[in-house]
């Protein structure tokens, strides 16, 4: 793999100035590999030093594996984008919609005006949301009793919609959804699903929702940004025996699995000389499918876990079938038309179909949208492209 000191430069620098503990950043072109920095520490005070092979939670990156297994079902037929879910999920036939609370602070729900789709859930535009960036739905929660969605208990998905389908986009649990859609209509658990599907194929040997032995040695600690900007150890893990898989943020992985995954989508659904997504599949997901509607800035409502979060404040921002798409060109980085998401951890990732470059960034730190790792994604990305010109 090409050495880039300059890349190397900026990367070490964060971790010596102790913006962050410790990174894995890769990037590759259609052609192959094109960078690996490995910098810092799994976990302060005085972890192991970081390796490539490091496994992170990377939490919603998820989103987009499950979104491709859920199309792989599509493609052959057991799933279909604009049906009612409820033919497969029966538990979505009669969702309601939650308005507000009463005067003596009950909630007020009604019936949805319309079925839910796949697509919507697809496009995060079915009416879930996140307690994290929703006061009603933590609201909600909490009047009712249900579990946050990490807790990965099936009581967590029983949260009403905030509109109808079809109305907005809101970031929410609608993933989760997909993966149970999986599951019903292939037969099989969600992990059991990725690994025969995707992680068999694309050579991902180290992503699993469970963490082996092997995977424990590996494992990087998260850290929580502290008022003063320092960084503390957190005890932190998604439930190893939980009542579902979570298929919307519960994987473990490291930075190269996912870029394997990543250029899936770079070379028109080949990997390792097979054609593990057909190429109209990745036209279909790589663009806008929620029309005229928007991605909107994520409004914190639990300040721990994350900033107030939005890529590209000012630009229009649509989602395709598993990722957000930019409209417009990013100075020194990505082009219009490119693919990305991120996990709460503080991992990023983004894929360019049209210069055929990806990339991926990993740490472990809370809150979400940390500005340190935030500018640190930026200076990489554009680092890699210069690299490349």
Excluded at 69 to 85: F, H, N, T, W
Excluded at 99 to 105: I, Q, V, Y
Excluded at 316 to 330: A, H, S
């Amino acid at each position: 793999m090409t050495s880039r000191p300059d890349i190397d430069a900026l990367l070490r620098r964060a971790t010596e100035s102790g913006d962050v503990p410790g990174v894995v950043a890769m990037a590759a072109t259609a052609d192959g590999p094109a960078y690996e920095g490995v910098f810092g520490t799994r976990a302060l005070p005085a972890g192991p030093a970081m390796t490539a092979d490091s496994v992170f939670w990377i939490a919603s990156m998820t989103k987009a594996i499950t979104s491709t297994a859920a199309m792989l079902l599509v493609e052959r037929g057991k799933l279909a984008l604009d049906s009612p879910i409820a033919e497969v999920l029966p538990a979505l036939a009669s969702p309601q919609v939650l308005e507000g609370f009463d005067a003596a602070g009950k909630p007020r729900l009604r019936p949805a005006r319309r079925p839910i789709t796949l697509r919507h859930l697809m496009t995060h535009t079915a009416g879930f949301g996140y307690d994290i960036w929703n006061a009603d739905l933590l609201r909600y929660e909490e009047q009712k009793g249900i579990p946050g969605i990490i807790s990965c208990e099936n009581l967590a998905l029983t949260m009403p919609l905030t509109f109808d389908p079809g109305e907005k986009w809101e970031y929410g649990i609608n993933i989760d959804w997909i993966g149970k859609a999986v599951e019903a209509v292939s037969g099989r658990p969600l992990g059991a699903f990725f690994e025969e599907n995707l992680f068999e194929p694309l050579g991902m040997k180290d992503t699993a929702f469970k963490l082996a032995a092997g995977h424990r040695t590996r494992l990087v600690g998260m850290h929580a940004r502290q008022a003063d900007d320092s960084l503390q150890p957190m005890p932190f893990e998604i439930p190893q025996e939980p009542e579902f898989q979570m298929g919307g943020g519960g994987l473990y992985g490291t930075a190269g699995d996912y870029l394997a995954f990543e250029r899936l989508f770079l070379d028109g659904g080949r990997a390792n000389g097979r054609q593990v997504l057909k190429p109209e599949t990745v036209q279909a997901m790589s663009q806008n499918q929620m029309g005229a509607l928007d991605v909107r800035l994520l409004r914190t409502a639990i300040p721990p876990y994350s900033n107030d979060a939005e890529f590209f404040p000012g630009m229009v921002k649509k989602w395709g079938l598993g990722f957000m798409i930019n409209t417009e060109r990013v100075p020194g980085g990505r082009s219009a038309g490119s693919l990305a998401w991120a996990g709460l951890g503080n991992t990023y990732f983004w894929i360019d179909p049209a210069k055929r470059i990806a990339g991926v960034i990993m740490t472990q730190i809370v809150p979400f949208a940390d500005a340190k790792v935030l500018d640190l994604f930026g200076k990489f990305e554009r680092a890699v492209y210069a690299s490349l010109a």
